[in-house]
């Protein structure tokens, strides 16, 4: 009987069998394709060689200056020092808190992540400050302190007062110590944080009724409606909020590099140090029906008696009144017997 050795199976495989004919190949290569042509040859001494690799390409036109430059900006250099800045925030990020997403989308050079941290670190100051200072404000009055330190309009003016100034228009050869934004709609929807866009914003007439929880809940931090994207007199709106940005970054800048103690005496020395009325904000439509309700919220006596004491300012158009309310065991304690009747009321 024939042995088998089963260690040649498998080198069987690994050898390919050899061919007995060769198939003839043609090599494209070498061959010469004549093609048909009714324009005569250009000459070879008029042809220009060039080779593509070491062809020149147009320079890519940034949206910002670049980082490095920031170190040679005399007016980002004069805006440090005159904002008093610690030696740890350097320039670079001064800069960078200069260019707003409207002017680069990049969230890697401009000021949207740090605009986010200090709006989020002044508006918890200012409330902090607003009900400790005030307390049991009336919401809709909160809201409107809370605006007057550190809305908008109000961080956009004391950027102003700080002394920046805005480019023309946003690009690579603006000088760093310059503000860049541009007045885009659609570059500055995606950068908005705080709230929720309502359903019924886009229909045009719309009864819904905002009441205060769902401006707690829905609405931004002061308590608006956060719009579609189109609004009134837009080119001031984008104005003031990227004026307003710089000094959120700012803020941010500091609190990143110095650490919570020095952003929070930051927002006390430029935020907090302003005055604001609140009394202006305050307009009773009924007065004894908020004296009532103080008075119940507050857990005092029910008040027995109230009236409106005098008129202030006859001539002013309204005329204002003082409202007061007594309870009746201490009108009774100060006002003389004679005063008051069995049946409870004054004489």
Same mark, same amino acid.
């Given at each position: 009987?024939?042995?088998?050795? !089963?260690?040649?199976?498998?080198?069987?495989?690994?050898?390919?069998?050899?061919?007995?004919? /060769?198939?003839?190949?043609?090599?494209?290569?070498?061959?010469?394709?004549?093609?048909?042509? /009714?324009?005569?040859?250009?000459?070879?001494?008029?042809?220009?060689?060039?080779?593509?690799?070491?062809?020149?390409?147009?320079?890519?036109?940034?949206?910002?200056?670049? !980082?490095?430059?920031?170190?040679?900006?005399?007016?980002?250099?004069?805006?440090?020092?005159?904002?008093?800045?610690?030696?740890?925030?350097?320039?670079? /990020?001064?800069?960078?808190?200069?260019?707003?997403?409207?002017?680069?989308?990049?969230?890697?050079?401009?000021?949207?992540?740090?605009?986010?941290?200090?709006?989020?670190?002044?508006?918890?100051?200012?409330?902090?400050?607003?009900?400790?200072?005030?307390?049991?404000?009336?919401?809709?009055?909160?809201?409107?302190?809370?605006?007057?330190?550190?809305?908008?309009?109000?961080?956009?003016?004391?950027?102003?007062?700080?002394?920046?100034?805005?480019?023309?228009?946003?690009?690579?050869?603006?000088?760093?110590?310059?503000?860049?934004?541009?007045?885009?709609?659609?570059?500055?929807?995606?950068?908005?944080?705080?709230?929720?866009?309502?359903?019924?914003?886009?229909?045009?007439?719309?009864?819904?009724?905002?009441?205060?929880?769902?401006?707690?809940?829905?609405?931004?931090?002061?308590?608006?409606?956060?719009?579609?994207?189109?609004?009134?007199?837009?080119?001031?709106?984008?104005?003031?909020?990227?004026?307003?940005?710089?000094?959120?970054?700012?803020?941010?800048?500091?609190?990143?590099?110095?650490?919570?103690?020095?952003?929070?005496?930051?927002?006390?020395?430029?935020?907090?140090?302003?005055?604001?009325?609140?009394?202006?904000?305050?307009?009773?439509?009924? !007065?004894?029906?908020?004296?009532?309700?103080?008075?119940?919220?507050?857990?005092?006596?029910?008040?027995?008696?109230?009236?409106?004491?005098?008129?202030?300012?006859?001539?002013?158009?309204?005329?204002?009144?003082?409202?007061?309310?007594?309870?009746?065991?201490?009108?009774?304690?100060?006002?003389? !017997?004679?005063?008051?009747?069995?049946?409870?009321?004054?004489?």
């Amino acid at each position: 009987m024939k042995g088998i050795r !089963p260690s040649r199976w498998g080198g069987q495989l690994l050898h390919a069998r050899s061919c007995p004919a /060769t198939i003839p190949r043609r090599n494209f290569l070498a061959s010469t394709v004549r093609c048909q042509s /009714t324009v005569p040859a250009i000459p070879a001494e008029d042809l220009i060689e060039q080779d593509p690799e070491e062809g020149e390409t147009l320079p890519r036109k940034l949206p910002s200056p670049l !980082p490095e430059r920031a170190l040679q900006s005399a007016k980002l250099a004069a805006l440090h020092s005159r904002l008093s800045l610690s030696k740890k925030i350097p320039l670079q /990020t001064l800069a960078r808190a200069l260019v707003t997403p409207s002017a680069d989308p990049n969230s890697s050079f401009n000021n949207a992540n740090l605009a986010f941290l200090g709006s989020t670190i002044i508006n918890y100051h200012v409330a902090e400050y607003i009900t400790c200072k005030w307390p049991r404000l009336p919401m809709a009055i909160h809201y409107e302190a809370l605006r007057a330190f550190s809305g908008p309009e109000s961080l956009a003016q004391i950027s102003r007062r700080w002394g920046v100034e805005a480019a023309a228009a946003p690009g690579e050869e603006v000088d760093p110590g310059l503000l860049q934004w541009a007045s885009n709609s659609s570059a500055l929807v995606g950068t908005r944080w705080g709230g929720y866009v309502r359903a019924e914003t886009d229909r045009k007439h719309s009864f819904y009724r905002r009441g205060m929880s769902s401006r707690v809940v829905l609405d931004n931090d002061f308590g608006d409606a956060v719009d579609a994207g189109s609004v009134k007199d837009a080119h001031q709106h984008h104005q003031d909020t990227s004026f307003s940005s710089f000094v959120q970054a700012v803020v941010g800048a500091i609190y990143s590099h110095s650490g919570r103690e020095a952003a929070k005496d930051f927002v006390e020395s430029h935020i907090l140090s302003r005055q604001v009325d609140l009394s202006s904000l305050f307009e009773f439509q009924l !007065p004894t029906r908020e004296l009532a309700m103080l008075c119940a919220r507050e857990g005092f006596e029910p008040p027995w008696l109230a009236w409106r004491a005098r008129p202030v300012g006859t001539l002013a158009l309204p005329s204002m009144w003082w409202a007061s309310t007594v309870a009746r065991r201490s009108l009774e304690r100060e006002m003389p !017997p004679a005063w008051i009747s069995p049946d409870g009321r004054h004489a």
